[in-house]
DNA sequence: ATCGGCATCCAAAGCGCTTTGAAAATGATT
DNA sequence: AATCATTTTCAAAGCGCTTTGGATGCCGAT
């Protein structure tokens, strides 16, 4: 069933029938009652190619999904988001479209994007520091929104971001004010800026305790189950093992839990980890009582957010850049404790 | 940049033009070499909107993301498929658009998917038994492929499957050769069609074993972490406690061993773990050495191959029916050993 | 009666592409 | 030189929608 057939049907004009269902006021009360009518009993819904050439918009937004080449992995967050944000897209009309690109060619995976149409606007996720995308992106005019920030940057943009720096940095405190004084860090891939932000929230607070960062129990790699294990398992078989772990995700976490209790240590008296908590669903953190204390916030709230966002610059795009800064909490799990005496 | 103004630089006309760009035969090979520079330097790709309403095809394959409104939750196997979808999708030209939608509304979406012509195709995630959507998709006539099965249809479909039944028979039939008798299942969600399938290879091992399947000992739930860890408590707790479990997923898993070392026992020593492994880039099991004794598929590669199957439908909607059933690999780790003396 | 204003509807153009059917140019054949 | 087949190009229609710029009919006001 299309508008033609419709409005013969009707006995209308295809102008009217498209004008009583989009809601325009030239329209007869009457005849729009029986348009909606006959348009639900027939199961008609514009086409969207159609619609899109005539408005000039795609009522779509795209997501680009960096496949590393090298490590041939996929963010564990990236369900979850994408469930937020397509929560605000089906409230508000749109339809996502992804596009998995080896991370060789995004940038040509945006040129593409935008030259053919497909979307009206996009997400980048996972940015680096000084990200290349973001200046692309506003070379070639596609409005977007960032699911975190990129150090480096000249030009303004819109962004959405957890304040990784500050969130580490009350952790840290955490951890140094129960008497820990050697923390490791297991953290992200080096180069990403949330990497480079929790990092600096672990070291100033660190600093402002008089103790130096000591390379030796910092980590970044790629956040698995394995890192996490082989990093706090080689930190603690040294002959000076850190007493606590400031770990960058769950995953990484679980990893972390195994290295200590393969050692036949337990996690919150002999060694304390604080980890950040994506509040995935499928990895809640324990039930009632964490099990994890960590850095807390939702990732997948974070997508519906971010979605609105990039809706409203689209809608508006010379109006004001948005940026949100959402804080972490700090919950209190089982997983933390005071430092060991024969440590201090 | 546009074909008319692409044509009207070259002093062609746009059907040149357009054959050139796509292969067509009637075009003087010399014409093309120009054709095919000029597009290239100005940037020029067809608008995909003008393009799919001329041709009648969308050149986008749909995925439905069914969320569950009581759980809020996302498949943590999600995002492997989908990059392993997307890589197929991406080398021949087809986008992926994804429509995240409450459970109860997925029968609309699927309506609403096929009138407004979005996409060519779909593929159906996580089948139910008797699952409704795929007579729905016959009826409606939108060609799809199932990433499972649904046992109790009627109608033939494509799917591909990985072989459930065998994986968990197998893998019963391993822990029973150790010397186990009492083995707890924790399953995924009653209903799906994979956790009905896995328990019936459980049982099916058990009774040929003359050993009758225990209610007491088997679970069914959404698969996270706590409900591993919660399962695998509870029935330790019991005074018959299972000296192995056998587990859907590796985050159940983790839950699973969790329950374990809280109570002072050793994984692989004292309770056997064997788990299914979906191979998800971010969760590997363990190194080189895999942590959990488990049946393994990758879904990735499901995703990449199932993706391939739904273009050859969609090239070839009366074509035959594909039915692809892949079989898991048992890889023994360090989470099986044999039954300990005293429950024997 | 005539007019202006308003409510209601319509025909047709246009969005950017593909594709049909025909025309022009070229070359081979007589 | 005329004819035919072949190669190469083109004008225009059509995909299904929105939107512009009228029409049409009806009303009360003049």
């Known amino acids: 069933m299309n508008l033609k057939e419709l409005s013969s049907l009707l006995g209308l004009s295809q102008t009217t029938v498209s004008r009583a269902l989009n809601g325009y006021p030239e329209v007869n009360e009457e005849t729009r ?10 199961n008609y819904r514009p086409n969207t190619r159609a619609k899109g050439l005539a408005t000039g918009r795609a009522m779509a937004i795209g997501h680009v999904i960096p496949m ?7 963010n564990p967050i990236f369900g979850d988001f994408i469930a937020g944000a397509g929560e605000t897209y089906s409230r508000n009309g749109y339809d996502m479209v992804l596009t998995v690109v080896e991370d060789v060619n995004e940038a040509q995976a945006y040129r593409n994007i935008r030259s053919r149409h497909t979307v009206d606007g996009v997400v980048v996720h996972g940015p680096k520091m000084q990200d290349s995308r973001i ?31 500050s969130a580490f940095l009350r952790a840290t405190n955490f951890l140094l004010d129960l008497g820990h004084q050697r923390i490791g860090l297991i953290n992200g891939l080096e180069g990403m800026d949330f990497a480079y932000r929790r990092r600096a929230g672990y070291e100033e607070a660190l600093k402002a305790h008089g103790i130096a960062p000591d390379p030796a129990i910092m980590r970044s790699e790629e956040m698995t189950e394995v890192f996490g294990y082989r990093s706090a398992r080689e930190m603690l078989e040294t002959g000076n093992p850190p007493t606590a772990f400031l770990v960058s995700s769950m995953i990484c976490a ?30 809640q953190n324990g039930g009632d009582v964490p099990i994890f204390t960590a850095t807390r916030s939702s990732v997948r709230e ?13 809608n508006n795009p ?18 933390t404790g005071p430092a060991p005496r024969e440590a201090q």
């Open 33 to 42: 009652r029986r348009v909606a009518l006959a348009a639900e009993q027939h």
């Open 318 to 335: 010379d109006g004001p850049l948005i940026h949100e800064l959402l804080e972490a909490e700090l919950m209190v799990g089982q997983s």
């Open 254 to 283: 679980l990893g972390v839990r195994r290295a200590i209790e393969e050692r036949g240590l337990r996690m919150g008296r002999d060694v304390s980890v604080i980890t950040h908590d994506d509040a995935l669903s499928y990895l």
């Open 68 to 74: 590393s080449t090298k490590h041939e992995m996929v």
């Open 302 to 314: 974070a997508g519906r957010r971010l979605a609105e966002i990039l809706i409203e610059r689209i």
């Open 135 to 165: 200046s692309l992106l506003h070379q070639i005019g596609l409005p977007f929104v960032v699911h975190g920030r990129a150090s480096g940057i000249a030009k303004d943009y819109s962004w959405l971001d957890v304040n990784n720096k």
